[in-house]
Structure formats: structure tokens, C-alpha cells
């Protein structure tokens, strides 16, 4: 009635032999059974999924609003630790981010990431079973979804007693340098691939600077080299937008080999994930994950950074967990 579509009963649909399914999910149970058996189109889900990628005034509203939910449940996240060290660990945080997710939206947009110490290096820790360590990071990977669909997906990693160390600084700093080069690269008329190469430059870079790297940085960068993404194993952003990673059947053209458009919405969420058992790697590197995500939209001129409410720096994720407590 909202949109003003003419619906009828679902028992009188009457749909012909050829027609063209795309997706499982919506139509396997429920209502949509009776699509069930049908042909799955590849074909008509990557149109679908292209014709997602430029999103109009209203989405881009729907998702403003969903990041600035989410960065409400930050805040209630933020306040919960104290608790959540002393009983209740990742579940608690975990539980009070879905219940602020629910409240306020629809629900999560995706399981809700909460990673103390050495699993937060590990992608990605929707177990959230494990206790919070007050000396270790956190790792919050959080999205509320609106209930029209349209989800955030934002990271912070926050030291759980408000102060970082030095070594946790320095990995955060160098994924912030990271994480400045990509959003910087983010630019109406370039390549989709370059945020991607501007922050995993900078992170091999880094990288070999501490002496992780078991080559050059030039080899490290090349194609048969990535020896860095020990460290990243992961992109360093996508689409966003109904789905979490939106628009995820568009063919290469489309998307990873395609150009940045305004209207387009995305992640941008360099990280370094160091495992606790990775004896390549200095011991005090070992059990600290950082990942950096904010939200975008591509302007006609550059970018709006939607999750900025957030500092992106270690001073000022500090002073952000003083302020909020
Ligand atoms: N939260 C999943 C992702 O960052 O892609
Ligand atoms: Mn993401
Ligand atoms: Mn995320």
C-alpha cells in the first residue's frame, strides 16, 4: 500500500514455464515455494545486481540514516564493556549491539563481529564466544539495518581499557595511513581497482619497514609476489547497499574491473591481521587484528564519508572511549 502496487493473492500467481528466477533464498520456502524448481538465471541476477550499483537520493538517505544508527550502537557497544569484561564477554557485546540493531532498525545487517585479542585477526569472528581481554583489542565489525533493507557495515577496533599500547598503536597507525590512502583513491572516473592498490601499497610498504616482509616491496606488489597478504587476506572494500556486500553478481566489468560512479556506495576497510600462532612474525605482533571500515558515497566531485562520526585515529579513538563512557 505504501508503494502503491497493485498485489493479488499469492495462490492465483500464475507464472509461465520459461520465467527467469534469480536468487535462492527468497524463493525456496514461503509464499515463493511455489517458484521453487524453477530455472535460476545467472543472467538475470547479475542484471539485477548491476542495476544496484548507482544508488538515487532516496538510498542514499536510507543508508545516512542506517550508519547513523549504527553508530548509536557503537556507542552502546562502548558502554558495555566494563560489563562485558567482567561477565558476558564477546556474547554480551555481540547480544547488545542485535538488540540495539532490532530496536532501532531491522535487525543486524550481517552477524555482528565482535573479536577480543587473537580473535580479532581472525575473519570473520562471528562466534563471539570468547571473553573480553581488558589488555587486548576489540575488534567491533557492526551494521544496523534499516527496515527498508538498507544495512551499514563499519569497523573500529578499540583498545578495551581505553589506551592503546605501543605495538597496538603502531599496527593501528600504519592501518589508518592504509586506510587514508584508500578513501583518498575513492574518486569519481578512477578505477574501481585503485583504493584497493592505494592501501595495500602503503600497507607493504609498512609491512617492510618492520621487517615482515620476506621480499621487496616491489615483489611483494607484483602479481605473482602478495606476500603481504599474509596479513590481508581479504579486499579492501565493496558495495554497499541492500545486501552488505551489495551488487555481488555484476561481472568483472562491472564491477572489479569497472570505473567509481557517483551514486555508488561503498566500503573501504584496509586491515592487518596478525594470528597468534604465526611464528613468521615478531612475538609481540602476534594476536592483534585492526581493520579500519567506513561507509561512502560517491559524489560528483569526490567523496561523503557517511561513518565519520567515528575517529579513524588512535588519539582519537581514545579520547571517543573516554567521552562515551
Ligand atoms: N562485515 C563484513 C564486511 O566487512 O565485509
Ligand atoms: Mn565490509
Ligand atoms: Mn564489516
Redesign the pocket.
Known amino acids: 500500500a505504501a508503494l502503491g502496487i497493485r498485489v493479488r493473492p499469492i495462490a492465483e500467481l500464475d507464472v509461465v514455464d520459461d520465467a527467469l528466477i534469480a536468487g535462492a533464498a527468497v524463493v525456496a520456502r514461503g509464499a515463493g515455494a511455489q517458484l521453487d524448481g524453477r530455472r535460476r538465471s545467472a543472467e538475470l541476477a547479475r542484471v539485477l545486481s548491476e542495476l544496484r550499483r548507482i544508488k538515487d537520493a532516496w538510498e542514499i538517505a536510507e543508508l545516512r540514516s542506517a550508519v547513523a544508527n549504527t553508530i548509536d550502537g557503537f556507542v552502546e557497544v562502548r558502554r558495555e564493556i566494563p560489563r562485558a569484561i567482567e561477565r558476558g564477554g564477546e556474547r554480551w557485546l555481540q547480544g547488545t549491539f542485535d538488540r540495539h540493531a532490532r530496536t532501532v532498525g531491522q535487525a543486524p545487517g550481517?552477524a555482528t563481529?565482535v573479536g577480543s585479542g587473537a580473535h580479532a585477526p581472525i575473519l570473520?569472528w562471528v562466534r563471539a564466544d570468547g571473553e573480553i581481554d581488558p589488555e587486548a583489542l576489540l575488534l567491533l565489525?557492526m551494521?544496523v539495518e534499516n527496515r527498508s533493507g538498507y544495512t551499514a557495515?563499519v569497523?573500529r577496533t578499540v583498545p578495551a581499557s581505553g589506551r592503546f599500547s605501543d605495538v597496538q598503536r603502531q599496527v593501528h597507525d600504519l592501518v589508518e595511513r592504509s586506510h587514508r590512502a584508500g578513501l583518498a583513491a575513492v574518486q569519481p572516473g578512477k578505477p574501481w581497482a585503485d583504493f584497493h592498490a592505494a592501501s595495500m601499497e602503503v600497507l607493504a610498504q609498512g609491512l617492510s619497514d618492520w621487517g615482515v616482509l620476506p621480499v621487496s616491496v616491489d615483489e611483494a606488489l607484483s602479481e605473482t609476489g602478495q606476500q603481504h597478504r599474509r596479513f590481508i587476506v581479504c579486499g579492501v572494500g565493496?558495495h554497499l547497499g541492500l545486501d552488505?556486500?551489495d551488487c555481488d553478481a555484476s561481472s568483472y566489468e562491472a564491477y572489479l574491473g569497472g570505473t567509481i560512479e557517483p551514486g555508488m556506495s561503498l566500503?573501504v576497510?584496509p586491515g592487518l591481521y596478525f594470528h597468534a600462532w604465526d611464528e613468521t612474525i615478531p612475538p609481540e605482533l602476534r594476536g592483534i587484528g585492526v581493520r579500519l571500515?567506513d561507509d561512502l558515497i560517491v559524489t560528483e566531485t569526490g567523496t561523503e564519508v557517511l561513518s565519520d562520526g567515528l575517529p579513524i585515529d588512535a588519539a582519537g579513538i581514545e579520547r571517543w572511549m573516554a567521552e562515551t563512557a
Request: charged share 30%; glycine share 8%; aromatic share 8%.
Open positions: 550481517y563481529i570473520h565489525d551494521g557495515d569497523t565493496h552488505v556486500h566500503t576497510e571500515e
